[in-house]
């Protein structure tokens, strides 16, 4: 017998042969063969479940784990073929334009993260901009885009991919945030719009864009300038809606033109779906959408990807309808008691401060070693926690491996 064929009877070969990992392989293998070498291979990194520093969803119930499976097929783009995945994506931007308080007809597109929300978003303002300048025969050559030392790595990334100049409000030991008087020295008729964070990645704060949208209010009257505001709600739209729904962020705030929020954070979705929502029809520059009919229907799209699955985008209905605003108002409670917990537990031993447990913050804890004790920064995110907090209470089922 070879030794290939005695590693047919326990385990598999690649217990003593290498992984294939530098040339394509000439031959294939056994399934069985295929599957356990991943298997095994991903056994030695992390758990996702006891992954505490991760704002991105690790559990889901059963059912929404076959709602998943069973639509791997699906390409969501293909809206000739599967009407209704695409109709689907349209209820979910109805349902989140109302939970952000849209004025009236909106528009908006799932997305494969915040990331690429804020892509087309941002070159949605771009656009705008220069429609606006172009209109009024000004030049077009050098728009720049303010925002505060607190955004993700995305913003920074757009302004170098698509030729914008960041502005950038720096921050400072114990402020996390940016409000007007940080913005005002950096705007002016080149401003393709301001960002504000809801729910920082850093500390889970939001930028004050009660004020923000104040001073562009302002400045639209006394200068003629009218600079919208983007919101980076990427965790905190799915958080501040049910913890804190009386503050406002949202539509409700004039200068708020569009909004982005990862499904796969606080919507509860597993890795793989975002959402970008605008206030009016006319917040989306018309230029930005293209038409074609290759897939046997004219279609619109207003995207960075074409192909991409369906599946994520029917798990995020499913836990609209699952849920409702009572469902996710009590996860998001749940997390924030466990937040809270930790945090008083971390004070409580007296080697941690905790940063800014007293206002409204994601459900998460942002702690550094205590004055004396200071040697590094660290934090810890609490969202896994979380839900395994709601396993453990037996409401839902222990999760599925
Ligand atoms: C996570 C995050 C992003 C990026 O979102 P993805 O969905 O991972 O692409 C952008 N902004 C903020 C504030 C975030 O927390």
């Not at 690429?116 to 901009?129: Q, V």
């Not at 009386?246 to 890795?271: A, C, M, T």
């Not at 206030?279 to 230029?287: F, G, K, Y």
């Not at 038409?291 to 029917?314: H, I, P, R, W």
Request: proline letters at 5%; charged letters at 25%; a neutral charge.
């Amino acid at each position: 017998m070879t030794k290939r064929d005695d590693a047919a009877l326990f385990g598999n070969r690649f217990l003593t042969e290498p992984a294939p990992s530098e040339k394509f392989p000439e031959e294939g293998m056994a399934a069985t063969d295929a599957m356990r070498l991943l298997d095994v291979d991903l056994a030695m990194e992390g758990d996702p479940q006891r992954n505490l520093a991760t704002f991105v969803t690790t559990w889901m119930e059963p059912e929404a784990q076959r709602i998943i499976a069973e639509n791997l097929h699906r390409n969501f783009i293909d809206h000739a073929e599967y009407p209704i995945s695409a109709e689907i994506e349209q209820r979910c931007v109805r349902m989140l334009a109302d939970l952000f308080h849209a004025p009236g007809r909106t528009t908006g597109c799932r997305t494969q993260g915040s990331s690429e929300a804020i892509m087309l978003g941002a070159l949605s303002l771009k656009w705008k901009w220069r429609q606006r300048r172009q209109a009024a025969n000004l030049p077009v050559d050098r728009p720049n885009l303010v925002f505060g030392g607190d955004v993700h790595v995305v913003w920074e990334k757009f302004c170098r991919y698509f030729d914008v100049e960041p502005r950038i409000v720096p921050l400072a030991e114990g402020k996390y945030t940016i409000g007007p008087e940080d913005v005002e020295p950096h705007l002016d008729e080149n401003t393709i719009g301001v960002v504000a964070v809801l729910g920082t990645t850093f500390t889970g704060h939001k930028d004050d864009v009660v004020g923000i949208d104040k001073l562009l209010r302002d400045v639209c009257k006394e200068r003629d300038l009218d600079i919208p505001i983007h919101v980076d709600g990427a965790s905190g739209a799915f958080v501040w809606p049910f913890l804190y729904p009386d503050s406002k962020w949202d539509f409700r705030l004039e200068q708020v033109r569009s909004i982005n929020v990862s499904g796969h954070k606080y919507g509860l979705v597993y890795p793989g779906i975002g959402w970008l929502v605008f206030r009016e029809e006319s917040d989306l520059a018309e230029h930005l959408v293209f038409y074609e009919n290759y897939l046997g229907k004219t279609d619109s799209t207003f995207t960075l990807n074409f192909s991409t699955g369906a599946s994520m985008v029917l798990a995020q209905y499913y836990n609209f309808v699952r849920l409702g605003r009572q469902g996710y108002t009590y996860v998001m409670r749940t997390m924030q008691e466990n937040a809270r917990t930790l945090a008083d537990n971390l004070r409580g031993s007296g080697r941690f401060e905790v940063i800014g447990s007293d206002l409204e913050q994601l459900p998460l804890v942002a702690f550094r070693l205590a004055r004396r004790a200071r040697l590094r920064r660290v934090r810890c995110r609490m969202a896994t926690l979380g839900r395994a907090r709601l396993d453990g209470a037996g409401v839902h089922a222990p999760a599925q491996r």
